[in-house]
T-cell receptor
Framework: DAGVTQSPTHLIKTRGQQVTLRCSPK?????VSWYQQALGQGPQFIFQ???????QRGNFPDRFSGHQFPNYSSELNVNALLLGDSALYLC??????????????FGPGTRLTVT | AQKVTQAQTEISVVEKEDVTLDCVYE???????LFWYKQPPSGELVFLIR??????QNEISGRYSWNFQKSTSSFNFTITASQVVDSAVYFC???????????????FGKGITLSVRP
């Protein structure tokens, strides 16, 4: 049973560019959340997708947008990249089933470097 | 607003020592969930435990134990007889009971870097 997968593993972009990160949730999971983890900090919640719609959003600017596909996979898009966007981007998936344990499964992350 | 404070930033111990990682949280919710995650150098967050706000029973799992005290808003984590493989960054996290709980956003502390020397 594959866990949460993310691609790419590493990415280097230049200021002002746009980037797309991808996430495939764990089998059976239909909710995907994205987190940004700056170096030496804890992860910060960006947003969550369920049924192809953004359901919750953290304190991030509109430059951060996302999408969820019918197969529950998700993309995180960041426009007009800033140096401060350099971070590890983590994807987490969980089931919507209310009887399931309250746990989000995290992927290995995508390390984004903005130069 | 929710907040998680992990005042310790780095802890270094010698193998076989016991070590306690502190976590203090703030929330106005009466129903909430507390978590501990481990992040090894590979970067992936590994779930260790979940505790809901109505269950103050302490829990032990092998060498790991957790002490939840609502009176002091603390959820501390103890590793007994530490091993080199325990070296990692440990995060305490809090979620509100919105939606199904499983899908509430997590608020993380800044993490504690634990180094266990042989």
């Amino acid at each position: 049973d594959a866990g949460v997968t993310q691609s790419p593993t590493h990415l280097i972009k230049t200021r002002g560019q746009q980037v797309t990160l991808r996430c495939s949730p764990k089998s059976g999971h239909d909710t995907v959340s994205w987190y940004q983890q700056a170096l030496g900090q804890g992860p910060q919640f960006i947003f969550q997708y369920y049924e192809e719609e953004e359901r919750q959003r953290g304190n991030f600017p509109d430059r951060f947008s996302g999408h969820q596909f019918p197969n529950y996979s998700s993309e995180l898009n960041v426009n007009a990249l800033l140096l401060g966007d350099s971070a590890l981007y983590l994807c987490a998936s969980s089931p919507e089933d209310t009887s399931a344990s309250y746990e989000q499964y995290f992927g290995p992350g995508t390390r984004l470097t903005v130069t | 607003a929710q907040k998680v404070t992990q005042a310790q930033t780095e802890i270094s111990v010698v193998e076989k020592e016991d070590v306690t990682l502190d976590c203090v949280y703030e929330t106005r919710d009466t129903t909430y969930y507390l978590f501990w995650y481990k992040q090894p150098p590979s970067g992936e967050l590994v779930f260790l435990i979940r505790r809901n706000s109505f269950d103050e029973q302490n829990e032990i799992s092998g060498r790991y134990s957790w002490n939840f005290q609502k009176s002091t808003s603390s959820f501390n984590f103890t590793i007994t007889a530490s091993q080199v493989v325990d070296s990692a960054v440990y995060f305490c996290a809090l979620s509100e009971a919105a939606y199904t709980g499983a899908n509430s956003k997590l608020t993380f502390g800044k993490g504690i870097t634990l180094s266990v020397r042989p």
